[in-house]
């Protein structure tokens, strides 16, 4: 319950951010809605001597939806992913997947940078940004990069992230007009972090499907993007028996850990069970 003790700071720009991680070097953290990373403290499972409040941090709370291009600040919450009609018309499944993230308070606080930069495969946001095939920007002592995230995540808690850098922004195009979608989350309570879930995005052309993407979360140490899934549907007219196959693919590259959620055995077979539901959800959103 009781964190270790630290020094508190609060940057108010991305390049004094930059520089402060440089300067107090690994013993310190940023910290974004504190809601992953406080937990971790008060077991002294993370002793950061440094704690860099992101709060103030000019430009990371914004939300731009311009045509096409989302990009969402690092620091936007849950809620206000949940809260903006913009992202809901151009994007609805984040909002569909924020309302099963954790809880009402734990939302309000919660941001995507954390979510996405955590790396904890409990995380529903990796996975749907997998989906979308979002790109993260990242600042850091080298300047601005962009990494997708279909290749950040390396395994649990490792991502691309460099030291001294900070997740800025998610980017990406949003699905075409028309598209349908769903995240499909199977958990034990509100809170809790799901036994499988799956993001399916999808697009229908005269009853053929014609782009399909499936990502899956918390199945394996990392988020996982079943190519082979989404690569089955395509082309299909969304049949029982191909639906079938999708989910089997996609439950084949899962690597679930046995815990409290269940067995290995069960929390592969609910990513094909979580597969079928978002795949019938999506189809029938389609237009
Ligand atoms: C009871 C409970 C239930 C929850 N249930 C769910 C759930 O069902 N699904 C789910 O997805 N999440 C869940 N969460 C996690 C919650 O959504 C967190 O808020 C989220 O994972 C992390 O976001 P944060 O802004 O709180 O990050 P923080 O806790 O502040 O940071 C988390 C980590 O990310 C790093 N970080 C944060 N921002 C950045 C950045 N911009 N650049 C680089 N590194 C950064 C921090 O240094 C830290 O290592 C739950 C949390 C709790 C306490």
Known sequence: MIPGSFEYHRPASVGETVDLLARLGEESRVIAGGHSLIPMMKLRLAVPEHL??????????????????????????????????????ACPILRETSTQIADPQIRYCGTLGGNVANGDPGN???????????????????????????DFYEAAYFTALNEGEILTAVRFTAPSAGHGWAYEKQKRKIGDYATAAAAVLLTLSGGTCSSASVALTNVADTPLLAEEAGAILTGSRLDADTVDRAAKAAAAITDPAEDGRGPVEFRRHLTAVMVRRAVATAQTRAA
């Open 52 to 89: 860099i409040d992101l709060q103030s941090v000019e430009g990371l709370k914004d939300i731009a939806v311009e045509g096409d291009d989302i990009t969402i600040g690092a620091m936007v919450t849950q809620h206000r992913l949940i809260e903006s009609e913009a992202l809901a018309a």
């Open 124 to 150: 529903d946001m990796p996975a749907l940004m997998q989906a979308l095939d979002a790109s993260y920007l990242l600042a850091g002592p080298e300047g601005t990069r962009e990494v997708k995230a279909r």
